[in-house]
C-alpha cells in the first residue's frame, strides 16, 4: 500500500522552515527519507525505525509516530539545495522487504 | 554506504529492441533492487534480484519483458524487451546495506524507446 505524502509541492524562500508528511495505512517497521534533484538518483538522508531509533543526515530532523503510522520530516533554514522532490519509503512490519514509495513532495527553494 | 555505478546512462532505442542494463556494486550485498521511475511520477519496483535464484517479480512486471541476472554478490543486469514506447522511463537498480537495509540508489538508465 503506497503511503500518502503531503503536501504535494512547497515553495519557500531561503531560510524558511517545511515539514513534509507521510502516512501509511499499515503498521510501520521502518520509514526511510530520500531527496531526488531533477536529472538525478535519490539521495538517502535518513531512516526511521520503530522503537524511536533515528539515523540520517544532521542538518534535517524527523519524526516517527508508530502509533499513528506517520513520519514528518523537518526541513529547518531551508536552503537553496533543498530543492527537489522528497519521497518517503515505507517498509511494513511482517512485511516483505520491499520499500514501497509515496508520490513524493517537490519543494522548490527561492532566494 | 555503497557506491553503485549503472551503464549506461542513457540510450535511445527502436520500438522492437532489447536493451541490457548493467548494475555494478563495490562491495558483496544481499539485496538488489530494480525500480522504474516514469517521468514525474514515483519510484515503482520491478522485482528483487537474487544471488542463485530467480528474480522476485512485482505485480504487473513479468519476467519475459523484464529477465533480470544476478550471477554474483556484486552484480545484476536488468533486459528490458521487445520495446514500446511506453517502457521510456529512467531505470535504477538499489541495494540494500546493514542491518536496516537502508537502500542507495544507482545514478539511473534514462531510456528512451522510438
Known amino acids: 500500500q503506497q503511503p500518502v505524502q503531503s503536501p504535494q509541492a512547497v515553495i519557500l524562500r531561503e531560510g524558511e522552515d517545511a515539514v513534509i508528511n507521510c502516512s501509511s495505512s499499515k503498521a510501520l517497521y521502518s520509514v526511510h527519507w530520500y531527496r531526488q534533484k531533477h536529472g538525478e538518483a535519490p539521495v538517502f538522508l535518513m531512516i526511521l525505525l520503530k522503537g524511536g531509533e533515528q539515523k540520517g543526515h544532521e542538518k534535517i530532523s524527523a519524526s516517527f509516530n508508530e502509533k499513528k503510522q506517520q513520519s514528518s520530516l523537518y526541513l529547518t533554514a531551508s536552503q537553496l539545495s533543498y530543492s527537489g522532490t522528497y519521497f518517503c519509503?515505507?517498509?511494513?512490519?511482517?512485511?516483505?522487504?520491499?520499500?514501497?514509495f509515496g508520490k513524493g513532495m517537490k519543494l522548490t527553494v527561492n532566494p | 554506504s555503497a557506491v553503485i555505478s549503472q551503464k549506461p546512462s542513457r540510450d535511445i532505442c527502436q520500438r522492437g529492441t532489447s536493451l541490457t542494463i548493467q548494475c555494478q556494486v563495490d562491495?558483496?550485498?544481499?539485496?538488489m533492487f530494480w525500480y522504474r521511475q516514469q517521468p514525474g511520477q514515483s519510484l515503482t519496483l520491478i522485482a528483487t534480484a537474487n544471488q542463485g535464484s530467480e528474480a522476485t517479480y512485482e505485480s504487473g512486471f513479468v519476467i519475459d519483458k523484464f529477465p533480470i541476472s544476478r550471477p554474483n554478490l556484486t552484480f545484476s543486469t536488468l533486459t528490458v524487451s521487445n520495446m514500446s514506447p511506453e517502457d521510456s522511463s529512467i531505470y535504477l537498480c538499489s541495494v540494500g546495506v546493514g542491518a536496516t537495509d537502508t537502500q542507495y540508489f544507482g545514478p539511473g538508465t534514462r531510456l528512451t524507446v522510438l
Open positions: 519509503g515505507t517498509l511494513s512490519q511482517g512485511g516483505s522487504e520491499k520499500l514501497v
Open positions: 562491495s558483496q550485498v544481499t539485496m
